[in-house]
């Protein structure tokens, strides 16, 4: 193995004991000369004198042969003034850097590189490389192969680029990116920047107030601590934001998205995409896709966005949005506030007060199918959303209690309550009646006719499941 110092090695580092043998010998020659005596020394110069003219020719029956120095060759290590140690050929190494490389490590074409402190870049080769940024502020660019560096303390860049690289920022706020390759990289602690690239990407913020983006393919992202900003990108992703305040983007793809800890904000993108909100209060929206969201604990909201969409309140008092599409939506818990959108949807209230809108129906027998569940429950009606002349689906109460719920119908101000008949009178105004009959579907039920105005049809209508016996207290019409 051949070395070469970019500036004088100095001999305070014990490179395996020789820098420091090397100085104890030149120094026991210098006292040995000193106690020579003059007539002694003047015998050594003459014996030197003499082997250096045997050593510089050597004649034999009249030949004479030079003797040649072989040219010197390019080192295979390298080490310069900042501990950069640079290998060109393969080798192996018998721990020169221990513990650090294991005993007997082989090494192809490759760089190993460790910063002593201030600000530093770094180049690594075509092979696997290996950077530690220690302190200061660090550029390190790795090219091909898969590469491993450390920053360490300071504000470091770190590119992988090809290769499936390992980036661990350390202590410091930290740009570090993944490129081309499945990558991994941590942001350690500070305010860092991770941007994966192509491939299959794992990330980990560490501590502080990160910014985490997938880019291409499938990643998986833990944000950790700190009020995080997530954007899994393209791919199917799987996202944590941990601990903080986070922002979670899922991004095309279908995408499982945990906010964890903290009021998040998470957000589908298109695809289907499965969101829970973990603790605290979170908000939820869907975008495009069939989309699966679960409040968890606190009070929660969420928007389906379009899509058939399943949404759980989990615990708190939760405001639910169904949007375009027909959806399944639970309350759970608490005083929740829940609208169906458009769509033929099923809205259950759960425990607690809850306040339901059924929506604008689509087309079909049934429109929007609702249960309060326990509490005292409203359900919200208005002009289009259920029944009404053109004859379409109309919606069902499954467990409507009279002195227990309440109907508010909309846009039917001075509305005259008639009871159980059969039609609407022939007087002018808006009218509402309800007549018990058994149905084919659900039995036993009570239906409901609203109208705004004069005629004999209704503007809305609605089905309570079982023989109500409603009184005019059972309705609110404004």
């Keep these: ?5 970019l500036k004088p090695f100095s001999t305070s580092l014990d490179w395996n004991g020789h820098a420091k043998r090397a100085e104890k010998t030149a ?19 003459s014996e030197n004198d003499a082997l250096q003219d045997t050593s510089d020719s050597s004649r034999r029956e009249g030949e004479t042969r030079e003797e040649e120095r072989p040219e010197p060759t390019e080192p295979t290590f390298v080490i310069d003034d ?10 192996n190494i018998l721990s020169p850097f221990s513990p650090l490389i294991p005993n007997g490590l082989n090494i192809t074409p490759a760089s190993i590189w460790m910063d002593w402190g201030g600000q530093n870049e770094f180049h690594g080769t075509d092979g696997v490389d290996r950077a530690w940024g220690l302190w200061g502020d660090d550029d390190i660019y790795l090219y091909d192969g898969n590469d491993v560096a450390y920053g360490g303390a300071g504000n470091d860049f770190i590119l992988g680029m090809d290769g499936n690289d390992e980036l661990y920022g350390g202590i410091g706020s930290d740009v570090m990116v993944g490129d081309v ?16 690239g192509h491939g299959n990407d794992m990330f980990r913020g560490g501590e502080g107030d990160d910014r985490i983006e997938g880019g291409e393919n499938f990643d998986v992202v833990h944000g950790d601590g700190g009020d995080d900003s997530i954007d899994g ?30 009021n998040d904000l998470l957000q589908g993108g298109s695809g289907d995409d499965h969101m829970e909100g973990g603790g605290g209060a979170d908000v939820m929206v869907g975008a495009q896709g069939n989309d699966y969201m679960n409040g968890g604990a606190s009070n929660d909201r969420m928007d389906g966005g379009s899509g058939n969409d399943e949404m759980n309140g989990g615990t708190g008092d939760d405001q639910i949005e169904g949007d375009s599409g027909s959806d399944t939506i ?13 769509g033929n949807d099923y809205i259950q209230g759960g425990t607690g007060n809850d306040a339901i809108y059924g929506g604008t129906n689509e087309d079909g027998e049934i429109g929007d199918y609702m249960i309060g569940g326990t509490g005292f429950d409203v359900f919200y009606f208005e002009t289009g959303d259920s029944g009404g002349t053109s004859g379409g ?39 509402v009646y309800f007549e018990q009959s058994q149905s084919d579907i659900y039995g036993a039920v009570t239906n409901i006719y609203v109208r705004d105005d004069n005629g004999l049809t209704a ?20």
């Design 1 to 5: 193995m051949a070395f070469r110092f």
């Design 27 to 45: 120094s026991r020659r210098d006292v040995e000369e000193e106690n020579r005596s003059p007539r002694r020394r003047e015998e050594d110069r």
């Design 82 to 91: 900042n501990m950069a140690a640079r290998f060109n050929s393969f080798l």
């Design 181 to 196: 390759g499945n990558d991994t990289l941590d942001g350690g602690h500070g305010n860092d920047i991770l941007l994966g």
């Design 233 to 262: 990108g393209n791919g199917n992703d799987l996202l944590w934001g941990d601990e903080g305040a986070d922002t979670i983007i899922g991004g095309d793809g279908n995408d499982q998205v945990f906010g964890g800890i903290g």
């Design 330 to 342: 639970r309350g759970g818990d608490g005083n929740d506030e829940l609208f169906g959108g458009l």
């Design 393 to 431: 689906p109309m919606d069902v109460i499954e467990d409507f209690v009279s002195g227990g719920d309440l109907l508010v119908f909309q846009d039917f101000a001075g509305a005259t309550y008639l009871g159980e008949q059969d039609g609407f009178s022939n007087s002018p105004g808006a009218e």
């Design 459 to 478: 503007d809305l209508s609605l089905t309570l499941i079982g023989h109500v016996d409603l009184t005019a207290n059972d309705m609110f019409l404004f």
